[in-house]
């Protein structure tokens, strides 16, 4: 499985932004998948994750209430829509396919990532 992921850019606090990543394989629709991001010497962080099926979904604390995961299994396609940015959000933010078909939050189940698409936010 090979994973695109384009979407990201700069925009003020409060903006929204919409990243989107798109698979390679028919695999994808029997994944879990997830974003994550990352800033320059911390940990990659889990931000959000699907079900293959669609019908579950998990969120990191810091982005509840903000950012909403989704897929179209038909397009491959995985998407990440942001709201409400802050500052804080300004990472790398990767997609990724998990070896279960089950939503999950642990970096370790995910054995496909994509390339990384970088979102600044300012204030």
């Known amino acids: 499985v090979q994973l695109q992921a384009s979407g990201g850019g700069s925009v003020q606090a409060g903006g929204s932004l919409r990243l989107s990543c798109v698979a390679s394989?028919?695999?994808?629709?029997?994944?879990?998948m997830g974003w994550f991001r990352q800033v320059p010497g911390k940990e990659r962080e889990f931000v959000g994750a699907i079900s293959w099926r669609g019908d579950r979904t998990y969120y990191a604390d810091a982005v509840k209430g903000r950012f909403t995961i989704s897929r179209d299994n038909a397009k491959l396609a995985l998407y990440l829509e942001m709201n409400s940015l802050k500052p804080e959000d300004t990472a790398v933010y990767y997609c990724a396919a998990s070896r279960y078909g089950q939503a999950t939050t642990v970096r370790g189940d995910y054995n496909y990532w994509g390339q990384g698409t970088e979102v600044t936010v300012s204030s």
């Open positions: 394989r028919r695999t994808f629709s029997n994944n879990g």
